[in-house]
């Protein structure tokens, strides 16, 4: 009886060092500004990017956020872009305001997954600098 005790003693403690570990291996994928998904074996992590657009062509959009920075986001054609409805690139504009969800490129620019129109504004901030 007494040695089914350690056992399962030894086994809860086991067990909630891997849930730790598991717990700390999960922090550090957060970054300051927002979560970050992915982020191994070399690849940069998705991350929301929020602001004014300020040029669009038929590649992408330049986003002005709310430090006053801008952002450069590629927007390739399988990206959904939504209005309260489905829309298309023609419907990014200058003085759009648009929140992006996407992968982070080494130069700095973001690869666009999901394009959303007029925002509605949950404090995502410039999450991506």
């Known amino acids: ?75 390739p054609d399988s990206a959904s872009i939504s209005k309260p409805t489905q829309a298309s690139k023609s419907a990014l504009k200058s003085g759009e305001q648009v929140m992006v969800m996407g992968k982070s490129n080494t130069d700095g620019s973001v690869t666009a997954q999901m394009v959303q129109l007029n925002p509605i504004s949950r404090n995502l901030g410039n999450t991506a600098q």
């Open 1 to 75: 009886m007494k040695n089914n005790m350690v056992v399962t003693i030894i086994a809860v403690l086991v067990v909630g060092a891997v849930g730790f570990f598991a717990g700390t291996k999960y922090q550090q994928t957060q970054t300051s500004g927002g979560v970050r998904f992915g982020g191994q074996n070399g690849q940069q992590g998705f991350r929301p990017v929020s602001g004014q657009i300020v040029s669009a062509d038929d590649t992408g959009i330049t986003i002005k956020m709310r430090d006053g920075s801008s952002k450069i986001v590629i927007i």
